[in-house]
């Protein structure tokens, strides 16, 4: 099982801070978590998550390219950071 949260405006967008995704026997990776959670919640999803600069976090650990995931990580999705 992976955790995954969604913080900030993130989970505004979405209206949803965390879903738990179940391990699949083939395993995964971020880039494909995301295009699953994209396909299994619709176009709003896919909009929200395939914004530019969009941070990425596994186990607390902000990840800048894609990366093979284990059962039992925990993912985060970040809106970008701006400055001012």
């Known amino acids: 099982m992976l ?6 405006r993130v989970r ?10 179940a391990w699949p026997e083939t395993g995964l990776d971020l880039d494909a978590l995301q295009a699953q959670l994209c396909r299994e919640h619709g176009d709003e ?3 929200v998550l395939a914004q530019e600069n969009m ?6 650990v ?3 390219e ?3 995931l284990c059962d039992g990580d925990e993912v ?3 809106p970008p ?4």
């Open 45 to 47: 999803w896919r909009e």
């Open 81 to 84: 950071v701006t400055g001012g």
């Open 55 to 60: 941070v990425r976090a596994v186990n607390q």
């Open 76 to 78: 985060a999705f970040f």
């Open 12 to 21: 505004e967008q979405l209206g949803c801070a965390s879903v738990d995704v």
């Open 62 to 64: 902000v990840v800048a």
């Open 66 to 68: 894609n990366r093979i």
């Open 3 to 8: 955790k995954v949260l969604f913080f900030a």
